[in-house]
């Protein structure tokens, strides 16, 4: 079964960390970019970070810039998402989804999502 599992997401308060993985299974993740999203109840899904399959290139949003750090293990077939000083405003279900580069239309693989709270 090709599928990708994000886990590291829980509840956490303001100023604090998190790393999420997203690990693939059943497909090699070496020949894909990798992109976290995250949606919040009532919000529009947001693309917060990317990386590509070789790690050379990465991406963020302005709302993470500067907090969040994409990285990638090909070896172990998972991509992390650090985030540091964490916000209310981050508070989401946060999915990771590989396309072939970055500017894909994201169409293929999927995680089923890992709920991060940023609360006091």
């Known amino acids: 079964q090709l599928q990708l599992v994000e886990s590291g997401g829980g509840l956490v308060q303001p100023g604090g960390s998190l790393t999420l993985s997203c690990t693939a299974s059943?497909?090699?993740?070496?020949?894909?970019?990798v992109g976290w999203f995250r949606q919040a109840p009532g919000k529009e899904r947001e693309r917060v970070s990317c990386?590509?399959?070789?790690?050379?290139?990465?991406n963020y949003s302005d709302s993470v810039k500067g907090r969040f750090t994409i990285s990638r293990d090909n070896g172990k077939s998972t991509v992390y998402l650090q985030m540091n000083n964490l916000k209310p405003e981050d508070t989401a279900v946060y999915y990771c989804?590989?396309?072939?580069?970055?500017?894909?239309?994201?169409?293929?693989?999927w995680g089923q999502g890992t709920q991060v709270t940023v609360s006091s």
């Open positions: 990386i590509s399959n070789s790690g050379g290139y990465t």
């Open positions: 989804a590989a396309d072939t580069r970055c500017r894909g239309s994201w169409l293929g693989y």
């Open positions: 059943g497909f090699t993740l070496d020949y894909y970019a």
